[in-house]
T-cell receptor
Framework: GDSVTQMEGPVTLSEEAFLTINCTYTATGYPSLFWYVQYPGEGLQLLLKATKADDKGSNKGFEATYRKETTSFHLEKGSVQVSDSAVYFC??????????FGKGTRLHILP | GAVVSQHPSWVICKSGTSVKIECRSLDFQATTMFWYRQFPKQSLMLMATSNEGSKATYEQGVEKDKFLINHASLTLSTLTVTSAHPEDSSFYIC??????????????FGEGSWLTVV
């Protein structure tokens, strides 16, 4: 069945470091891909999305490119901030409006 | 922006009792609500899809008689865990959509509810 695999955390970085959180997926057809973020005490929020191959989603300095050839959607940010500390979920939606999440990656940014 | 409120955030109940979790859309009408469950170190698992005014659609392996879902209005869906057991202890989260979700930005999530059955 459809699935999402993302790197396990926690990931700890210093402020202004470069961030990559890997995400790969398995799905039939052509899914839409998403990154969600959950800040402490808050609900999941959509961070960015891409709906077709080679699309690049971006928001708040984060980027991810839909790579069909490698079935990947890695999240990147050039310079992280302490306020980026959160749990990040990679997800896909293939059919029936169901969203499938990865396990989540907790990110700690040190000042 | 749209807000989905989930209540209670934390609940502890005795084994054998029932507990109800509410999911409310505060500023939009949610035609569809989803209920997820998260096991430790695992991804969120979709339990059921709840459409206003109709019976919920349960995922395979989810006991519909144990996890009762009611979506009686466009702003409220409830999940009732009946005859709770310790293995039902988990993090439950709902999400709500105001229209068929295609682009992904019409899904809003609640903050989740931690259930502990003792």
């Amino acid at each position: 069945g459809d699935s999402v695999t993302q790197m396990e955390g926690p990931v700890t970085l210093s402020e202004e470091a470069f961030l990559t959180i890997n995400c790969t997926y398995t799905a039939t057809g052509y899914p839409s891909l998403f990154w969600y973020v959950q800040y402490p005490g808050e609900g999941l929020q959509l961070l960015l999305k891409a709906t077709k191959a080679d699309d690049k989603g971006s928001n708040k300095g984060f980027e991810a490119t839909y790579r069909k050839e490698t079935t990947s959607f890695h999240l990147e940010k050039g310079s992280v901030q302490v306020s980026d500390s959160a749990v990040y979920f990679c997800a896909l939606s293939a059919r029936d409006d169901k969203i499938i999440f990865g396990k989540g990656t907790r990110l700690h940014i040190l000042p | 922006g749209a807000v989905v409120s989930q209540h209670p955030s934390w609940v502890i109940c005795k084994s054998g009792t029932s507990v109800k979790i509410e999911c409310r859309s505060l500023d939009f009408q949610a035609t569809t609500m989803f209920w997820y469950r998260q096991f430790p170190k695992q991804s969120l698992m979709l339990m059921a899809t709840s459409n206003e005014g109709s019976k919920a659609t349960y995922e395979q392996g989810v006991e519909k008689d144990k996890f009762l879902i009611n979506h009686a209005s466009l702003t409220l869906s409830t999940l009732t865990v009946t005859s709770a057991h310790p293995e039902d202890s988990s993090f439950y989260i709902c999400s709500a959509s105001s229209e068929q979700w295609i682009s992904g930005n019409t899904i809003y999530f609640g903050e989740g509810s931690w259930l502990t059955v003792v």
